[in-house]
């Protein structure tokens, strides 16, 4: 009927084996349930599973859809196959003769057919295999332990796969990558092997999550902010549904995350387009519902306008650049490819200048939200300001500490863009008293007698005089009247509290440099009062005295490190 067709006998050889293999591996399913693997209970492919005490979670050999080949995986225990941990990703089994059992010298090992050792626990040290029992816990945690004492040896739990789950740690330790723990993809939903997306936390600054793609970065959280990550507007917490950030040693940092309901199964999965998801069991339905994708649209992806470019999903284009840049390449910009980011315009840039620093030589992934993040403060020249009127960028961006770190710790003013506060103190021979004045830097002002805001006849330190008119209710004094702004008084408010809580005399008082950059930018919303600062000279003496004063009633405090931990 079919003229030219000749049957090929190896194709056809070929297709009754994998018949065959999907006959056996699917269709004749008599297993039991138990609850240890020990050395005389292994699992075996197509006879055993391994069922936690809660009956939430199930172990066994599996093939992922459209595939035929076997591998050991722990699976959530509903109708549809979920599975969050696969033993041996990189070394399938090619039919369904595999055994999961304890070895001679006390290792989890997969054993093919031919008791070949497809996958291993692979101790260093050797145990007794007569004591060493294999439980699946109602976490999902797979443990391997010593039986006479309950001590864990190995789990399952500190070589993710590609699912996140509660009780869980993502961990990482800028000194021993050995202790990292970190979500791979699959590499495709046939193939559960290592993909080309991994997520970890990313220890140096302050901690942040990032997907990586190829050893690039594709997404991140914004920073850990104690709470939340400032990178996700919507991101809320509370002390029974939250996600906990603690580091046990400076560069090490494990991340867990827990709900109050555990009736409701949920977890994070690292899919295989490097996209974080966040699911929850519908059970009235029988599916999966995706409660929250990492990327949600163009601009999520890292860096998409290129540096100091801001992305704003809401905008057509969505890519424009910083107030006083402008695209690198103007044509590859109108083309919609904006890569190559933007450029400081034709006058003067100084890399670090004023209140706003970043190690790097340009400043990535700036995105504008409708809510939420932080503020970034920019500097920027008299004749760029909207109408000569102070111009204040109010841009919601998540700042990189692992790529770029911004300092960001003043507000702009009418004449520069920027305020930088400096002190300058000026001896007077003849009175023998000290004056003190606030002036900003860009006007490359000195003394004037109008900027003077602590009058001789006070006598007090520029802390001091600060606390004064602190109790006194009136702080805004403080402030020069040259760039004082009614519009702002409650920045300025906000910085001299915060200025004081770095002053205090107790150096556990004083909050880190991360925290002060939330309170600067009201990530921090209440502001504690600030305590007596140690400060306190009279400084209507003569040089000499005021010196020795000053070194007998200052106190000294050595530097503190504080490190973020969750709560």
């Known amino acids: 009927m079919f003229h030219g067709f000749e049957p090929n006998t190896n194709l056809f050889s070929m297709l009754l084996q994998a018949i065959f293999l999907i006959c056996s591996c699917f269709l004749f399913k008599f297993t039991t349930s138990i609850d240890t693997i020990t050395i005389n209970k292994p699992v075996r492919d197509q006879e055993t599973v391994l069922i936690s005490n809660g009956q939430n979670f199930k172990l066994g050999f599996f093939s992922p859809p459209n595939s035929t080949y076997r591998y050991v995986g722990v699976m959530y225990n509903i109708p549809v196959k979920t599975v969050i941990w696969v033993a041996n990703r990189e070394s399938p089994l090619k039919d369904c003769n595999g055994t999961l059992e304890i070895s001679?010298?006390?290792?989890?090992?997969?054993?093919?057919?031919?008791?070949?050792?497809?996958?291993?626990?692979?101790?260093?040290?050797?145990?007794?295999?007569?004591?060493?029992?294999?439980?699946?816990?109602?976490?999902?945690?797979?443990?391997?332990?010593?039986?006479?004492?309950?001590?864990?040896?190995?789990?399952?739990?500190?070589?993710?796969?590609?699912?996140?789950?509660?009780?869980?740690?993502?961990?990482?330790?800028?000194?021993?990558?050995?202790?990292?723990?970190?979500?791979?993809?699959?590499?495709?939903?046939?193939?559960?092997?290592?993909?080309?997306?991994?997520?970890s936390i990313e220890p140096i600054g302050i901690p942040e999550v990032v997907v990586w793609s190829g050893g690039y970065p594709y997404w991140r959280s914004g920073q850990w902010d104690g709470q939340t990550f400032i990178g996700l507007p919507g991101m809320i917490s509370s002390y029974q549904n939250r996600f906990d950030l603690v580091n046990d040693r400076p560069g090490s940092e494990s991340l867990t995350f827990t709900y109050s309901n555990s009736s409701v199964m949920q977890y994070f999965v690292l899919n295989v387009s490097g996209v974080l998801q966040k699911k929850f069991w519908f059970g009235g339905m029988g599916h999966w519902e995706i409660a929250w994708s990492s990327i949600g649209n163009e601009c999520d992806v890292y860096g998409k306008c290129g540096p100091f470019g801001i992305c704003n999903s809401?905008?057509?284009?969505?890519?424009?650049?910083?107030?006083?840049?402008?695209?690198?390449?103007?044509?590859?910009?109108?083309?919609?490819?904006?890569?190559?980011?933007?450029?400081?315009?034709?006058?003067?840039?100084?890399?670090?200048?004023?209140?706003?620093?970043?190690?790097?030589?340009?400043?990535?992934?700036?995105?504008?939200?409708?809510?939420?993040?932080?503020?970034?403060?920019?500097?920027?020249?008299?004749?760029?300001?909207?109408?000569?009127?102070?111009?204040?960028?109010?841009?919601?961006?998540?700042?990189?500490?692992?790529?770029?770190?911004?300092?960001?710790?003043?507000?702009?003013?009418?004449?520069?863009?920027?305020?930088?506060?400096?002190?300058?103190?000026?001896?007077?021979?003849?009175?023998?008293?000290?004056?003190?004045?606030?002036?900003?830097?860009?006007?490359?002002?000195?003394?004037?007698?109008?900027?003077?805001?602590?009058?001789?006849?006070?006598?007090?330190?520029?802390?001091?005089?600060?606390?004064?008119?602190?109790?006194?209710?009136?702080?805004?004094?403080?402030?020069?009247?040259?760039?004082?702004?009614?519009?702002?008084?409650?920045?300025?408010?906000?910085?001299?509290?915060?200025?004081?809580?770095?002053?205090?005399?107790?150096?556990?008082?004083?909050?880190?440099?991360?925290?002060?950059?939330?309170?600067?930018?009201?990530?921090?919303?209440?502001?504690?009062?600030?305590?007596?600062?140690?400060?306190?000279?009279?400084?209507?003496?003569?040089?000499?005295?005021?010196?020795?004063?000053?070194?007998?009633?200052?106190s000294v405090n050595s530097v503190t490190v504080t490190n973020i931990q969750g709560r």
């Open 104 to 199: 001679r010298d006390g290792n989890l090992v997969i054993l093919d057919g031919k008791k070949g050792v497809i996958w291993s626990t692979n101790l260093t040290n050797p145990v007794s295999l007569d004591t060493n029992v294999a439980h699946l816990l109602d976490t999902g945690n797979l443990v391997l332990k010593d039986n006479s004492n309950g001590m864990i040896i190995w789990e399952s739990f500190s070589h993710a796969s590609d699912s996140f789950v509660q009780r869980m740690a993502i961990t990482a330790d800028a000194g021993e990558s050995v202790n990292n723990n970190q979500l791979i993809s699959w590499r495709s939903i046939s193939d559960p092997s290592p993909g080309n997306y991994k997520a």
């Open 314 to 554: 809401q905008e057509n284009p969505i890519c424009t650049c910083l107030p006083g840049f402008d695209p690198k390449n103007g044509h590859e910009w109108d083309n919609g490819d904006w890569s190559g980011g933007c450029a400081r315009k034709t006058y003067a840039y100084y890399d670090g200048i004023g209140c706003m620093l970043w190690n790097g030589k340009s400043l990535f992934d700036i995105q504008k939200f409708s809510k939420g993040g932080a503020r970034l403060y920019i500097r920027l020249a008299y004749s760029e300001l909207d109408n000569k009127k102070t111009w204040k960028a109010i841009i919601a961006t998540i700042v990189a500490l692992g790529f770029i770190s911004v300092v960001l710790c003043t507000y702009f003013t009418r004449k520069c863009g920027y305020m930088a506060l400096n002190t300058h103190w000026k001896e007077d021979s003849q009175k023998n008293q000290t004056s003190t004045v606030l002036s900003p830097i860009a006007r490359n002002s000195e003394w004037k007698e109008e900027f003077e805001l602590i009058k001789n006849e006070h006598g007090l330190s520029l802390i001091s005089y600060a606390w004064k008119l602190w109790n006194e209710a009136n702080i805004l004094r403080l402030i020069d009247p040259q760039i004082y702004d009614p519009m702002m008084e409650t920045e300025m408010k906000r910085y001299s509290n915060v200025g004081l809580l770095c002053v205090q005399e107790s150096a556990k008082d004083r909050p880190n440099i991360s925290t002060v950059l939330s309170m600067l930018c009201s990530e921090i919303a209440e502001l504690p009062d600030p305590n007596h600062p140690p400060f306190f000279v009279n400084h209507k003496t003569s040089q000499t005295e005021s010196l020795k004063n000053t070194m007998s009633e200052c």
